[in-house]
Nanobody, 117 residues
Framework: QVQLLESGGGLVQAGGSLRLSCAAS????????MGWYRQAPGKQRELVAV???????NYAESVKGRFTISRDNAKNMVYLQMNSLKPSDTAVYYC???????????WGQGTQVTVSS
């Protein structure tokens, strides 16, 4: 059973930084791509960053150059370093498997990120 627990969210000013953490159960990081999703009120869930089992990364255009996804397989952790935050980054951020079709059933509470102007 995959269990994912996000943490690190909070309220920050525009231009600030935040580091999100995701504790993953088992060895899922080595057998499936992982990603960070976000969902703002009234909007669809959006995949913003992904890291493959081989360590390759991909980012949504809206966060390229500002966000960095990383992992520590030994600690079963996935991270999202967010720099130069904008109010449009405000959302609940979730860690989960990629693609979304295999993420079903594992959605947790997420962690709220609020960026003030």
């Amino acid at each position: 059973q995959v269990q994912l627990l996000e943490s690190g969210g909070g309220l920050v000013q525009a231009g600030g930084s935040l580091r999100l953490s995701c504790a993953a159960s088992g060895s899922i990081l080595s057998i499936n791509a992982m990603g960070w999703y976000r969902q703002a009120p009234g909007k669809q869930r959006e995949l913003v960053a992904v890291i493959t089992t081989g360590g390759g990364t991909n980012y949504a255009e809206s966060v390229k150059g500002r966000f960095t996804i990383s992992r520590d397989n030994a600690k079963n952790m996935v991270y999202l370093q967010m720099n130069s935050l904008k109010p449009s980054d405000t959302a609940v951020y979730y860690c989960n498997l990629v693609p979304s079709r295999v993420a079903q059933g594992y959605w947790g509470q997420g962690t709220q990120v609020t960026v003030s102007s």
